[in-house]
């Protein structure tokens, strides 16, 4: 039969335990020491490196944009704040708080015609049209950046996908799959056909009827009955260019 270990035995194997964690913790502190003093020396070096290149920063979209990965990887964000070294330095946060301006200027005005849901790229080239005459080049990156600000104002502003395309989506509107699926299919013509949508999405009369009556409701599509072959079509501003209109 085999023994049991005596209290001494307990207690010289509780004091190994103990023994085993103290060491956990040590090890695991000088990690984290050593990880902080790493973070710290990037940072500095980062601070250097916005120094040396601050103008490349503020006029070269490409440079910011590397620039951004290289704070985020480090736990910078220049933008959290219009005060502080990054701001007085880049003035980055003022730039961004300027393209928000301008973009929810864009997409109130551009609301009547699309209902408040646009193409990234439509949204940007707006954008570059309204800055024409600004010093500092735009991209698609500084607009994500400027829309992330406006949507942690809880503003209703989000970057939403609808196949291969980003759509900025300014009005709580909750579109659901179908509703998706639907602007994913209108992007070959900007517009659909419920004959179009049932064939290609393999869906019933009645639930294309009911997607594409949501879209109308929502203000995201037009109507179009003006044709000889009898087919309604359902046209969506968001997936069709709408620079024409002189926004």
Same mark, same amino acid.
């Given at each position: 039969?085999?023994?049991?270990?005596?209290?001494?035995?307990?207690?010289?194997?509780?004091?190994?335990?103990?023994?085993?964690?103290?060491?956990?913790?040590?090890?695991?502190?000088?990690?984290?020491?050593?990880?902080?003093?790493?973070?710290?020396?990037?940072?500095?070096?980062?601070? !250097?490196?916005?120094?040396?290149?601050?103008?490349?920063?503020r006029k070269n979209p490409s440079f910011r944009s590397q620039f951004?990965?290289?704070?985020?990887?480090?736990?910078?964000?220049?933008?959290?704040?219009?005060?502080?070294?990054?701001?007085?330095?880049?003035?980055?946060?003022?730039?961004?708080?300027?393209?928000?301006?301008?973009?929810?200027?864009?997409?109130?005005?551009?609301?009547?015609?699309?209902?408040?849901?646009?193409?990234?790229?439509?949204?940007?080239?707006?954008?570059?049209?309204?800055?024409?005459?600004?010093?500092?080049?735009?991209?698609?990156?500084?607009?994500?950046?400027?829309?992330?600000?406006?949507?942690?104002?809880?503003?209703?502003?989000?970057?939403?996908?609808?196949?291969?395309?980003?759509?900025?989506?300014?009005?709580?509107?909750?579109?659901?799959?179908?509703?998706? !699926?639907?602007?994913?299919?209108?992007?070959a013509q900007g517009y659909v056909t419920v004959d179009e949508v049932?064939?290609?999405?393999?869906?019933?009369?009645?639930?294309?009827?009911?997607?594409?009556?949501?879209?109308?409701?929502?203000?995201?599509?037009?109507?179009?009955?003006?044709?000889?072959?009898?087919?309604?079509?359902?046209?969506?501003?968001?997936?069709?260019?709408?620079?024409?209109?002189?926004?």
């Amino acid at each position: 039969m085999r023994r049991r270990p005596g209290i001494g035995g307990l207690q010289t194997a509780a004091a190994a335990r103990d023994q085993y964690r103290l060491l956990g913790e040590n090890v695991a502190k000088l990690r984290t020491d050593l990880m902080k003093e790493q973070l710290a020396t990037f940072r500095s070096q980062l601070e !250097e490196f916005a120094r040396k290149h601050k103008n490349d920063i503020r006029k070269n979209p490409s440079f910011r944009s590397q620039f951004h990965e290289m704070c985020a990887k480090v736990g910078v964000d220049p933008l959290a704040s219009n005060k502080g070294f990054w701001a007085e330095l880049l003035g980055i946060g003022d730039f961004y708080y300027e393209l928000g301006v301008q973009i929810v200027e864009i997409c109130l005005a551009t609301r009547p015609l699309n209902g408040g849901l646009i193409d990234l790229q439509e949204l940007c080239k707006l954008l570059r049209q309204k800055r024409k005459h600004d010093r500092e080049a735009v991209s698609e990156d500084d607009c994500l950046r400027a829309i992330s600000k406006l949507k942690t104002l809880g503003s209703g502003f989000e970057v939403i996908s609808a196949g291969k395309k980003k759509l900025v989506r300014s009005v709580p509107t909750e579109l659901n799959k179908d509703h998706n !699926e639907i602007l994913e299919l209108a992007q070959a013509q900007g517009y659909v056909t419920v004959d179009e949508v049932e064939r290609r999405l393999s869906w019933t009369h009645g639930r294309a009827i009911d997607a594409l009556d949501t879209l109308l409701e929502e203000g995201l599509a037009m109507i179009d009955d003006g044709h000889r072959d009898g087919n309604r079509r359902y046209w969506f501003p968001c997936v069709s260019s709408i620079s024409s209109f002189g926004v």
